[in-house]
């Protein structure tokens, strides 16, 4: 047992490693894990710390298959590959779990009306559905209204809160961020895009730096190459720490069109399937711009806290592809013209500079 012991020290220090310090080199667990797959799995008591160590490597469908009673780790591969309903099928007695799953598909309603939330959890699903005053009304120290309403001075002298990162980010604020200067997301936003990419980690930043990577490429001119990065990149990544869904779903279609294709934009995948991935977000986006719904429709959605950015983006997207260039212009402005916090409470940089190339390319004033 204490070999066993020892062995899941080390697996719990390389995974932090892993996740914390930006690396991409996942050898060291691996070779951890194959040392439990030759010594150590008949022994239960290594399950658990083997089981999280796969999921650091991606293998996250040999988790479900090896790993029936770990209920921690399966939740989590369950999460990373989408699949938040069998989450809700196989775990109704997790309350946590289950709100946790309900919000991520866009059913923060739901998660209220089945369970008996304490004041923050349910305050963050009306931040999340854009009923700010509810939510304060509620809990008047959230620290997610806080952010949803820009009132940053909250944070002022707390320089261990949690949200500082965020804040730091959405407002530019460098005194803020030299804590976290290298981060992919910051070295992105800051124009530093090899860099970011050579910091990527496919655990938590690898989708965003690739998106970077790819945008940079086509605009100066690599089209092939830089669409041959996005399509080989798998839509469905439910393990990254940023939002990568809007540029995907939305952009990379588009990009498509420029490049030549006709069509693209309307055979988004999404809207014959998978409505529930991203907060639905995606679903409505393709809806919208296929022409399925109306604005106010798009604007009614669950989680409406972006909303009308989403649908600015959508519209510019759309008034591009109609050939309405001064429409895609006043809808571009309108989207940049929004505090980023407006947009998402996490950065989008990529989605940012999107949106500036197109609008130079359109020639704005």
Same mark, same amino acid.
């Given at each position: 047992? $204490? !070999?066993?012991?020892?062995?899941?020290?080390?697996?719990?220090?390389?995974?932090?490693?892993?996740?914390?310090?930006?690396?991409?080199?996942?050898?060291?667990?691996?070779?951890?894990?194959?040392?439990?797959? $030759?010594?150590?799995?008949?022994?239960?008591?290594?399950?658990?710390?083997?089981?999280?160590?796969?999921?650091?490597?991606?293998?996250?469908?040999?988790?479900? %298959?090896?790993?029936?009673?770990?209920?921690?780790?399966?939740?989590?591969?369950?999460?990373?590959?989408?699949?938040?309903?069998?989450?809700?099928?196989?775990?109704?007695?997790?309350?946590?779990?289950?709100?946790?799953?309900?919000?991520?598909?866009?059913?923060?309603?739901?998660?209220?009306?089945?369970?008996?939330?304490?004041?923050?959890?349910?305050?963050?699903?009306?931040?999340?559905?854009?009923?700010?005053?509810?939510?304060?009304?509620?809990?008047?120290?959230?620290?997610?209204?806080?952010?949803?309403?820009?009132?940053?001075?909250?944070?002022?002298?707390?320089?261990?809160?949690?949200?500082?990162?965020?804040?730091?980010?959405? !407002?530019?604020?460098?005194?803020?961020?030299?804590?976290?200067? %290298?981060?992919?997301?910051?070295?992105?936003?800051?124009?530093?895009?090899?860099?970011?990419?050579?910091?990527?980690?496919?655990?938590?930043?690898?989708?965003?730096?690739?998106?970077?990577?790819?945008?940079?490429?086509?605009?100066?001119?690599?089209?092939?190459?830089?669409?041959?990065?996005?399509?080989?990149?798998?839509?469905?990544?439910?393990?990254?720490?940023?939002?990568?869904?809007?540029?995907?779903?939305?952009? !990379?279609?588009?990009?498509?069109?420029?490049?030549?294709?006709?069509?693209?934009?309307?055979?988004?995948? !999404?809207?014959?399937?998978?409505?529930?991935?991203?907060?639905?977000?995606?679903?409505?986006?393709?809806?919208?711009?296929?022409?399925?719904?109306?604005?106010?429709?798009?604007?009614?959605?669950?989680?409406?806290?972006?909303?009308?950015?989403?649908?600015?983006?959508?519209?510019?997207?759309?008034?591009?592809?109609?050939?309405?260039?001064?429409?895609?212009?006043?809808?571009?402005?309108?989207?940049? %013209?929004?505090?980023?916090?407006? $947009?998402?409470?996490?950065?989008?940089?990529?989605?940012?500079?999107?949106? $500036?190339?197109?609008?130079?390319?359109?020639?704005?004033?």
């Amino acid at each position: 047992k $204490r !070999v066993v012991l020892q062995w899941s020290t080390a697996v719990g220090n390389l995974r932090y490693d892993i996740l914390y310090s930006h690396s991409d080199d996942t050898s060291g667990l691996a070779e951890y894990i194959a040392v439990y797959d $030759r010594l150590f799995a008949q022994d239960h008591l290594a399950d658990r710390s083997a089981a999280l160590g796969m999921v650091l490597l991606l293998r996250f469908q040999e988790v479900l %298959d090896r790993f029936p009673r770990q209920r921690e780790p399966r939740q989590r591969a369950l999460q990373y590959l989408g699949r938040d309903e069998q989450i809700l099928r196989e775990y109704p007695d997790d309350q946590d779990a289950c709100v946790a799953a309900l919000v991520r598909m866009g059913r923060s309603e739901d998660a209220a009306r089945r369970y008996a939330l304490p004041p923050s959890a349910r305050a963050f699903g009306l931040v999340l559905a854009g009923r700010l005053d509810e939510a304060q009304a509620l809990d008047p120290q959230n620290q997610w209204v806080f952010l949803a309403q820009g009132r940053f001075e909250e944070f002022a002298g707390k320089p261990g809160h949690e949200m500082l990162r965020r804040v730091g980010l959405l !407002v530019r604020d460098q005194t803020i961020l030299d804590r976290w200067k %290298d981060e992919p997301i910051n070295l992105i936003d800051a124009g530093r895009i090899d860099a970011a990419f050579e910091q990527r980690n496919r655990f938590g930043h690898e989708v965003v730096c690739l998106q970077a990577k790819a945008l940079d490429q086509f605009i100066h001119g690599a089209r092939a190459d830089a669409l041959g990065r996005l399509d080989a990149c798998d839509p469905l990544v439910f393990h990254q720490y940023d939002p990568i869904w809007m540029f995907h779903f939305v952009a !990379v279609p588009f990009l498509h069109e420029l490049a030549g294709e006709s069509a693209v934009v309307q055979r988004s995948e !999404v809207i014959a399937g998978r409505r529930f991935d991203f907060e639905q977000h995606p679903w409505y986006c393709a809806r919208f711009l296929a022409g399925e719904i109306s604005a106010a429709e798009f604007l009614a959605q669950p989680h409406a806290l972006h909303a009308p950015a989403q649908l600015a983006f959508c519209q510019a997207i759309r008034a591009e592809r109609e050939g309405r260039r001064t429409d895609a212009v006043r809808s571009y402005q309108e989207f940049l %013209d929004l505090p980023r916090w407006r $947009r998402n409470l996490d950065l989008e940089p990529v989605v940012e500079r999107f949106v $500036r190339w197109r609008l130079q390319e359109l020639g704005a004033p």
